[in-house]
């Protein structure tokens, strides 16, 4: 058997851009630095290249400047995928995407559509402290007419980057530092992981964790952990954050009649509330043997320090901690 | 304002005390220091004394009522303090304390307050008492669809979950058990239930109420021998160096019981096998550092347990001191709790009944008891093979199979015969 084909995080979205690319020559990359320096996280590297800097645009410093002109392009009949060098400059790009870019099919009767792509790398743990760590991407579940992916791993990315391509709608493609370096299974011919389909990641029997982006790893370390301990976890990610499969999750808490959400993004009107809501007004009420319960980022800037960065955050340890209580009745 | 007598903590862990009976009656003149009645821990019985003169005013509880610690067990009137105003006093400062919002729910379903427990802060009465006291059980979602699936009364279950919450795997146990014993109903707790009176004379009978130290031994055997899987070692072993000592000490006009020296043996076994020094409670095992061993005591009606603390550090004569000390208190009923407690280990004696041999019940905590015999004259093989006379005695090791692996009890079991067979191993 041959040995499987192992790319990073970044390797691989460098990978599914380029053969997008080359397939449909209606896409093209936007954003700051992304040609000749390659991008910030070196994403787009040598795609300036391969393709010339009609089809990997470097920009002025103007996040709305580069969701405005995808959403141009975008409606005039081509397929942009813009980056946003941090995910928290995305709050510059706001208008364009909440008033514009997620409006324009619904107030044109479906007339037009805003096929664009916006990649973001979010997260902590890198010290790059407040205003280059957030995690938003609860700002775009938030608005209709928005689709919110968020990959765990490397082969969910170049998977999920097709797919969202591929969408007439406009999508926001959430990634993360952290993962960038992080290794897996990738296929070389192109594919698509479908947009809102959940995945049971590891399955068990006492507690549902769902977890997205780089808590998916945390959470399967913990299972790891726990196991040890006889103490099975059951981790789930929805990879699309919306529209949200949320099938999978409300079986597996019908299973195993515990729940915890997961995320580095600040609990307080975060995500895991949304999937918490779901749960409970799901069937998997009637199932449920403990209160359901998150495990977010606290509510503070995340701090530039790195020790009171990293406890700012769920971490390996605290998910086992949260775990274990729940499993034990502690709740 | 008349004094309230409450229940004393007469121990650190101890949570409550039944009441054996009233020594006064209502309108009973008493001075400081009376006796005004008498109590039983699970151990030790014990008085409640006036703290000053006064008149015995509104006793509360009954004999056989076991009431919480500093609880007001009764009133006593200061001279010149009327009955009457006292009563009303009472009724304002023992008024309930309950959130208004527990006051509001317990009005408009019409529950008396007095009748609820609080579980706030200082007995407060919250909403949560009042839910419970009218029939509302805390369950998850999960015990709740089983229950309604299986026709499970909620109210019926005992929760394992936080606070007592009755999870979905209590309602499966229910279920097991019911389908377990098909013809026994569930029965329906009713603490309201008046106790029936202690002894009934009949034409055929007397029956006797299972109460008091009784009660508790009925309870602890039980749930020993059921939950602790017991396993029985024997062995014999040669008395002659006990004997020649017992003689010699005789002779110099002082005395040595078998039990003391097999409680000295015990704890020096003990300190060489510390598997079997230990406690099991709950998820945890605690391996003592002394040797606190515990002789049973019989009683008129019953037993006790006195323990002979640090045994290892004693030499055999301050335990006989102790021994013949502690056995004297607990046939007079006057061991104190800190006498009874605290055992590690337990040895019991049944040689002077003329018992050859027995097996024991393991005291819990603990996980080791031994159960010893008399000693007897037999016919033992020499090295050539001729048989000599020999006293000898046998004893039983029962040890809970959970916590003492059978090589553990083995070795114990070899330390204490080579003890003693060989008493100058004590200096050892």
Not at chain 1, 117 to 127: A, N
Not at chain 2, 75 to 94: D, G, Q
Not at chain 2, 335 to 347: A, C, M
Not at chain 2, 363 to 372: K, M, S
Request: with cysteine; proline share 6%; charged share 25%.
């Amino acid at each position: 058997m041959p040995e499987l084909r192992e790319l990073t995080y970044a390797e691989a979205l460098r990978e599914g851009l380029r053969q997008l690319m080359e397939e449909d020559e209606r896409v093209f990359l936007i954003g700051e630095d992304i040609g000749v320096y390659g991008g910030a996280f070196g994403v787009t590297a040598g795609l300036i290249e391969r393709f010339g800097a009609e089809r990997v645009i470097d920009t002025p410093i103007s996040e709305a400047g580069i969701a405005g002109a995808c959403i141009g392009a975008a409606l005039t009949g081509m397929r942009p995928i813009g980056e946003i060098q941090f995910m928290d400059f995305v709050t510059l790009s706001m208008e364009q995407l909440v008033l514009q870019a997620a409006k324009v099919r619904f107030m044109f009767g479906g007339k037009a559509s805003v096929p664009m792509v916006l990649r973001m790398p979010g997260g902590s743990g890198t010290g790059a402290a407040a205003q280059h760590s957030e995690s938003l991407e609860n700002w775009f579940v938030h608005v209709p007419g928005l689709k919110v992916v968020m990959p765990s791993t490397p082969y969910d990315a170049k998977g999920l980057l097709r797919a969202a391509v591929l969408d007439d709608n406009p999508v926001i493609f959430v990634e993360h530092k952290l993962l960038y370096k992080t290794k897996g299974h990738v296929p070389e011919a192109p594919y698509v992981v479908p947009l809102s389909q959940t995945k049971v990641v590891r399955e068990g029997a006492h507690l549902t964790v769902v977890a997205t982006s780089v808590m998916v790893g945390r959470a399967l370390q913990a299972a790891e952990q726990l196991a040890e301990e006889g103490i099975q976890l059951e981790v789930i990610d929805p990879r699309t954050l919306k529209p949200l499969d949320d099938a999978p999750i409300i079986e597996s808490v019908k299973k195993t009649g515990r729940a915890l959400v997961v995320h580095e993004a600040v609990e307080m009107g975060g995500f895991g509330g949304e999937v918490v809501a779901r749960i409970a007004a799901s069937e998997a009420f009637d199932y449920l043997e403990a209160p359901i319960r998150r495990l977010a980022g606290l509510d503070i800037p995340i701090p530039y320090n790195r020790e009171l960065e990293y406890h700012t955050v769920p971490q390996v340890e605290s998910i086992v901690r949260e775990a274990r209580k729940l499993v034990r009745g502690e709740y | 304002m008349p004094v309230p007598i409450i229940m004393p903590k007469f121990g650190f862990t101890l949570e409550s005390c039944e009441i054996v009976q009233w020594l006064v009656r209502e309108g009973d003149r008493v001075r400081s220091g009376d006796p005004i009645c008498e109590v039983t821990t699970d151990k030790v019985n014990m008085e409640v004394e006036a703290p000053e003169d006064g008149v015995i005013h509104q006793i509360l509880y009954k004999a056989g009522d076991v009431v919480p610690v500093t609880q007001v067990i009764c009133y006593l009137l200061r001279p010149n303090e009327v009955a009457e105003t006292a009563t009303a006093a009472i009724a304002a400062e023992s008024a309930p304390s309950a959130t208004p919002l527990a006051r509001r729910i317990a009005e408009s379903n019409q529950l008396d307050l007095a009748a609820v427990q609080g579980s706030g802060r200082d007995g407060k009465i919250m909403r949560r008492d009042v839910e419970q006291a009218l029939g509302k059980v805390r369950a998850t979602p999960a015990a709740r669809r089983l229950a309604a699936e299986h026709g499970v009364d909620l109210a019926e279950v005992q929760g394992t979950g936080r606070g007592g919450r009755v999870q979905g795997t209590d309602v499966q146990a229910a279920l097991a058990q019911r389908a377990a014993e098909p013809a026994a109903p569930l029965i329906k707790r009713d603490t309201q239930e008046m106790p029936p009176p202690n002894i009934a004379e009949h034409a055929d009978r007397r029956v006797v109420r299972l109460e008091g130290m009784r009660r508790t031994i009925a309870q602890r055997l039980q749930k020993s021998f059921q939950s602790a899987p017991h396993i029985f070692l024997d062995t014999t072993v040669d008395m002659s160096a006990i004997e020649a000592l017992r003689a010699t000490l005789k002779a110099r006009g002082e005395k040595l019981s078998v039990t003391a020296v097999l409680i000295r043996a015990c704890a020096w076994a003990l300190g060489r096998n510390p598997a079997l020094n230990a406690t099991l409670e709950g998820d945890e095992i605690s391996y003592w550092r002394n040797a606190n061993i515990g002789m049973a005591v019989a009683l008129q009606d019953g037993l006790i347990v006195p323990v002979i603390h640090r045994a290892e550090q004693l030499s055999l004569y301050a335990i006989q001191q102790e021994v013949d000390r502690l056995a004297a208190l607990a046939r007079e009923g006057k061991l104190t709790l800190d006498q009874v407690s605290g055992g590690t280990f337990t040895v019991t004696n049944m040689g002077m009944f003329g018992v050859d041999s027995f097996t024991a019940i393991i005291n819990p905590p603990q996980v080791a008891i031994l159960a010893v015999g008399r000693t007897v004259r037999s016919f033992v093989p020499d090295a050539e093979g001729k048989p000599i006379l020999k006293p000898t005695l046998t004893m039983t090791l029962s040890a809970d199979h959970r916590v003492v692996d059978g090589a553990h009890a083995a070795h114990f079991l070899r330390d204490l015969r080579d003890v003693i067979q060989t008493p100058s191993l004590l200096a050892w």
